[in-house]
């Protein structure tokens, strides 16, 4: 296993920190701005850096021939239905409940790996699976019981990781002779242009300046987590050992209910506890794998 130096761990502190807070300045964001259109102006000002990432590594930006569709079917999971049902969910939600829920993605994968691919999960898996639909579960009943509850909230944003989830067992059966840069820096492009036409059509009438807060918020998504985290990301993905990577993940969430607490004053409520702590379960038998099982991976 590739041990990571100083500088790499400072790296990956740095990703799940910023990964963990951006749940609720994107709160923040989209309480009174157009959501969609939030997203949208983030992507297209991140995308350069990834551009520019890219040129620097070498990394050819050219589509093999013939693999336009596929580059299209790569991008729809992986990024349009994760970017637009997260971005609607959290305008519903708490910035913790949306976190929580959003970071199902590894037991969506494990179960569109059965689903789709008869992929065989271990029994830790299954388990993990029952302790994901019951932190779900948990979280929507409270949604439902509240007044003020957005149970569809909860719904999107279990699609939006549904949709990565299946995504991620795609792509690593998917065969595309491209840098994984440059895969990203096209899908991100395609999603641009597709969110662009949802914002035009869906939002259009709500349009309007951002204000400085929101301004914030989009040069945070831009610059730190759609340029510093993305481009950081690719070159931590090839050394990182997979338990520091699973870790990493599994720290978000924990970090995005917190940091929605001190920054928009949210109070966790048991419900969010109980569901943090069967998520983390999940997500440990489904992440945390023997050493052994990842040869050849």
């Known amino acids: 296993m590739t041990s990571l130096s100083r500088k790499d761990w400072i790296l990956l502190i740095l990703l799940t920190l910023c990964w963990g807070i951006n749940w609720p300045i994107m709160k923040i964001a989209v ?13 297209i000002g ?4 990834i551009w520019l990432a890219a040129r620097m590594q070498g990394a050819s930006l050219a589509i093999p021939k013939g693999k336009a569709g596929t580059l299209i079917k790569l991008a729809i999971p992986n990024m349009l239905i994760w970017h637009v049902f997260v971005i609607l969910g959290v305008k519903m939600l708490s910035s913790g409940r949306a976190a929580i829920l959003g970071y199902t993605m590894p037991v969506w994968a494990v179960l569109s790996g059965l689903i789709f ?3 065989r999960p271990t029994r830790a898996a299954w388990v993990g699976i029952g302790c994901a639909l019951a ?12 007044l003020a509850g957005q149970p569809l909230g909860s719904v999107l944003v279990l699609i939006a990781a549904a949709g990565w989830g ?12 491209m840098p994984t840069i440059s895969l990203t820096f096209w899908m991100l492009t ?14 259009s009438a709500a349009w309007r300046m951002p204000t400085a807060i929101e301004w914030g918020a989009i040069a945070y998504n831009a610059l730190i987590i759609f340029s510093f985290a993305h481009v950081v990301w ?3 993905a090839r050394t990182l050992p997979p338990v520091a990577s699973s870790l990493s993940v599994m720290m978000i969430p924990v970090i995005g209910v ?12 048991w419900q969010d506890y109980g569901a943090m702590a069967l998520i983390l379960a999940a997500m440990s038998t489904v992440l945390l794998k023997p050493r052994a099982a990842r040869v050849g991976e």
């Open 135 to 146: 932190g779900a579960l948990l979280l929507m009943s409270s949604e439902i019981g509240q």
């Open 117 to 119: 691919f008869g992929e």
């Open 258 to 269: 917190f940091s929605g607490a001190w920054l928009l004053d949210e109070t966790p409520h």
């Open 234 to 236: 690719f070159k931590l």
């Open 190 to 203: 395609l999603t641009i242009v597709a969110m662009a036409a949802a914002s035009l059509v869906r939002e």
């Open 166 to 177: 299946y995504g991620t067992v795609q792509m690593k059966r998917t065969r595309i002779d």
């Open 46 to 49: 991140g995308l350069p850096a």
């Open 31 to 43: 309480r009174d701005f157009p959501p969609i259109t939030f997203r949208t102006i983030s992507m």
